[in-house]
């Protein structure tokens, strides 16, 4: 066991001056232990920045860590022999400290997500593609600091959370008898700490739903009465409308789009969303850029898989659980439309947009540049800008950005060759 920093104990309701109440993660993370989507932070050189260390609560759900605000400190953190890492600090005493001190003693507020810093030397990506063709990512961080931690609604690790001592008074939650109740409510934890756990009253998609639609001809995207989506992206014999240019074939078996997950009957696959509700992202920016606007302006209304057949790019999935029924009489109504960004050597396909009136005759692009096309919108093509350190404060995001990034480097390298 080894402890980084000093958390200073008082009694009961006698804070440090400044502070409120204190709090406690008895789990922050786990080590040397792989998630189900591929992730494993080692033990080897982890360890948190210099003590301490902001303490976040992200009181409105948003992407990442987006729009979290300062509620404490982050004073002491050990990580124990069997790969737990837990920690204790103190919530402020202002209304950010006070808000979240009064969601965690109720448990309203129990997650807990760790804001990491990786080099990019201290990642190890393997990327394996299965029988479906579908790519899977393991992805290993070593040497990597804790900076942050954020309390949010939806953790990293399913058991990572935080808890009031008991005999610390909180404005606005009664006192009770036992003070353990609200956390022995939760139940057991489960044998597997990290999130993406099997839950079974969650639904579980139609596998074959997930899977090359064989289509005979080149297909319009339809969603058909069982709210299965498929049809075609783009045509290899269809030019843009306007740039007059092919669809582009894709050199990572669209991971920049498919990079995220479905759970079907069968298991996880990777898939991308159809958005609606928005416009493309401007043809000036980078693709990591363009992904962020898709993500904080569109709507998704649907989940699959894509992949290539001899008429072009196929599209197979369902619509989301929850749609309303006006979005997927929308969707149903709207062709498609691509978003196509440089990357490494080449376009990748990284968003879909539903849209009126496609620029490919089956979906949709337009570029800029005289000598080539950066972004291809099916309505365009970009190249992106500089590649950063990779330092995401969400660490399964952080995982997923950094994989994609080592997949934009090998395309580059090969590319060149």
Known sequence: MQTFGAFTETEPNKPPSGFYVPVIFDQLLLLDERTRDGRLVKSEGFAPFDLPRSLKAQFRVTDGHDNAEIAGRLDEVTVNDDGTVSARGWFLNDPNGKRAAFLVKTQAFRGNSVDMSVQDKDISVNIEENEDGFLSFEVDFTNARIAATTLVAEPAFENAGARIPDGWDVEGVPALEDEGALVASAGPKPEHAFSFSVISERPKMPSERFTDPKLTEIT??????????????????????????????????????????????????????????????????????????????????????????????????????????????????????????????????????????????????????????????????????????????????????????????????????
């Open 220 to 417: 319009p995207m339809f969603v058909d009465s069982d709210e299965h989506v498929f049809g075609h992206l783009a045509a290899w014999k269809e030019d843009h409308l306007n740039a007059l240019i092919p669809a582009p074939h894709s050199r990572t078996n669209y991971a920049y789009f498919a990079n995220r997950t479905v759970e079907t009957v069968d298991g996880f696959v990777a898939t991308g969303p159809l958005v609606i509700d928005g416009n493309h992202a401007p043809i000036d920016l980078g693709w990591r850029e363009a992904v962020d606007h898709y993500a904080n302006t569109c709507a998704a209304w649907a989940d699959g898989c894509v992949g290539e057949d001899e008429f072009g790019i196929w599209f197979s999935g369902s619509v989301r659980p929850g749609t309303k029924a006006e979005t997927v009489y929308a969707g149903r109504a709207s062709g498609v439309s691509g978003d196509w960004r440089w990357v490494g050597a080449g376009h990748e396909l990284i968003s879909v947009l539903s849209v009126n009136t496609p620029a490919y005759p089956t979906p949709r692009a337009f570029g800029h540049s005289k000598d080539r096309h950066l972004t291809i919108l099916s309505a365009g093509f970009v190249r992106p800008k500089a590649a950063t350190l990779a330092s995401d404060p969400n660490l399964a995001f952080v995982a997923k950005s950094l994989a994609r990034q080592r997949i934009q480097e090998l395309a580059a390298k090969h590319g060149s060759a």
